[in-house]
């Protein structure tokens, strides 16, 4: 059964180019205490402090905070492409990610190759590949544009085709930041629609989100970081009247 | 996708803290061996990265032979007219040695950047670390193959056969896994200091002088054994010799395996201890 546990994490990034950063944004960090030196006199900004928590089957979450609360580098670490140097993380089941519609895209590389190199980097099989190309191509509906480079795309149809690879296949725990969100209306209306989908068929679902809209729509649990702390864990209807300082119903009447 | 009952299909599990080092040296050789089992990722993104280069250029890839042969034809009758040396055996021992070293200098130089340029992918998927070595070794041995070209003229038009090539196959694989091991250093080393792409690429530079490629050590005025403090000299010397009929001493094959298990040794401590530490840097 999938799960995520996460005990006791913390994450911290090393500032070895410090002196290129500008002297406001270094001061803001040290104000705000995420700036430390560790052992070696090393600086560091803490990402994520103590964060602990348990994901099980069934738990829709949405992951709320100020830009920079570290949601995103909690979603990569729960990927496991940040291994903790504090803490522990387990993840059980497949994972899939929507953080960056444009991941392992490459430009020069028509579409169609793009989604041939993206089936192989996820070690999937001749007859799944050949499933994911055709989804992708429905969905796009990018037609003989599917045989140009990518670079030749206007954005919009460049997030059509990533966007539609992204979400080929449902994996049990599915992550992801809240870029879908943008394009024009028909497109969201049509994205939204396959994220619906996806979200129905994947046990566990993070989403990182500022629109509570969302949140209320699609999660069961918020997860509310507040400079790198967990500062809140429970339903939509206990955090969000407390993150957006407003009663529940209005949040949800007005959106 | 999977239409099997989950309960059957064991479910990948990713279980992530921080570790000791010996327990770090384990993952690190995973992540070695992981990349091994999918060499044919890094082969597709290797054949990518070429295809990519050349695309909509009319000879593609085979400006890379030509450009070779040019620089070849050059050095070798230059010098060979300069030296006063025997146009057949110069011209062949150069063309041998630059395109040896061709491959060594674009390895180490591209090294440093194997990660940084796949930052993207890096940050948005799990994968082993050693896929992107791959990629850069794989990337590196298509233009070998293409420079080879020029080495199959050069014998053709002076009617060389090579003497041996028992004694390729070993000093193939050495070159093999010599060449992982130093994308792994340069990799990790290019991603975190800034400055050690253009100390590198200066480095080889005076390299390229010291080593010999363009002259031989039977020129020198004095004890040739210090040319052994290369370690360049010994791996020249493995491929080359064989081919041109010469005898190669046991001291040559102890230095070069001897320097491969250096660099392999100093590759593994390098990795085990940073590995995951990659990302961080991005």
Redesign the interface.
């Known amino acids: 059964m999938?799960s995520i546990t996460v005990k006791n994490l913390s994450i911290s990034?090393?500032l070895?180019?410090e002196n290129t950063r500008s002297l406001r944004k270094m001061t803001h960090l040290f104000i705000s205490g995420r700036l430390r030196q560790d052992q070696h006199k090393k600086i560091l900004v803490q990402s994520l402090r103590d964060i602990n928590f348990t994901l099980r089957q069934g738990d829709k979450v949405g992951l709320i905070g100020q830009n920079g609360a570290g949601k995103t580098t909690l979603l990569?670490t729960m990927?496991?492409?940040?291994?903790?140097?504090?803490?522990?993380?387990?993840?059980?089941?497949?994972?899939s990610?929507l953080?960056?519609p444009?991941?392992?895209m490459?430009f020069?590389?028509t579409g169609r190759?793009n989604i041939y190199?993206k089936c192989?980097?996820?070690?999937y099989s001749k007859k799944?590949t050949q499933?994911i190309a055709e989804s992708v191509a429905d969905f796009s509906e990018l037609g003989a544009y599917l045989d140009l480079p990518v670079r030749t795309y206007s954005s919009g149809m460049q997030l059509r085709l990533g966007f539609g690879l992204a979400t080929a296949?449902?994996p049990?725990i599915l992550m992801m930041d809240e870029w879908f969100l943008t394009g024009d209306a028909g497109f969201i209306q049509k994205a939204t629609k396959r994220i619906e989908n996806m979200v129905q068929n994947s046990q566990i679902l993070v989403i990182s989100t500022h629109s509570a809209e969302t949140i209320a729509k699609w999660c069961n649990r918020v997860l509310w970081l507040d400079q790198g702390f967990l500062k809140m864990d429970g339903t939509p209807e206990e955090v969000l009247p407390i993150y957006l300082n407003k009663p529940y119903e209005e949040i949800v009447k007005k959106d | 996708?999977s239409d099997h009952d989950?309960t059957i299909v064991k479910?990948?599990?990713?279980?992530?803290?921080?570790v000791s080092l010996s327990q770090n040296v384990k993952l690190a050789l995973t992540d070695l061996f992981q990349g091994l089992i999918?060499w044919?990722?890094g082969w597709?993104?290797a054949l990518?990265d070429i295809k990519?280069r050349y695309?909509g250029s009319i000879l593609g890839p085979f400006w890379i032979t030509i450009i070779m042969g040019a620089k070849i034809s050059t050095i070798g009758i230059l010098y060979a007219y300069l030296l006063h040396l025997d146009l057949q055996h110069y011209f062949t021992y150069v063309a041998i040695s630059v395109v040896l070293w061709t491959y060594v200098n674009g390895m180490v130089n591209d090294s440093c950047l194997i990660f940084t340029s796949s930052s993207?992918?890096?940050?948005?998927?799990?994968?082993p670390y050693s896929i992107y070595v791959w990629r850069n070794v794989f990337c590196n041995i298509l233009i070998l193959l293409h420079n080879l070209l020029v080495i199959i003229v050069v014998f053709t038009i002076f009617r060389i056969v090579p003497y041996t090539l028992y004694f390729l196959l070993p000093a193939a694989i050495l070159w093999l896994v010599n060449s992982l091991a130093l994308g792994i250093i340069f990799g990790i080393l290019g991603t975190?200091f800034?400055d050690i792409p253009p100390i590198v690429a200066g480095v080889m530079q005076s390299l390229f002088f010291i080593t010999p490629i363009i002259w031989k050590v039977s020129s020198l005025h004095f004890n040739s054994n210090y040319v052994l403090l290369n370690p360049l000299y010994p791996l020249f010397e493995i491929v080359r010799s064989p081919i041109l009929g010469e005898n190669v001493s046991a001291s040559i094959w102890i230095a070069a395996i001897g320097y491969s298990l250096f660099l392999w040794i100093a590759a593994l401590f390098i990795f085990s201890k940073t590995r995951?530490r990659i990302?961080?840097?991005m």
């Open positions: 999938p990034f090393p070895y180019h990569r990927t496991g492409i940040y291994e903790p140097v504090v803490g522990h993380i387990r993840v059980e089941g497949s994972i990610t953080l960056d444009n991941a392992g490459n020069g590389l190759e190199l192989s980097i996820n070690g799944q499933e296949i449902a049990q | 996708m989950p479910e990948p599990v990713i279980d992530l803290r921080s999918q044919r990722l597709k993104l990518l990519l695309r993207q992918l890096i940050l948005s998927q799990r994968l975190r800034k995951f990302p961080y840097w």
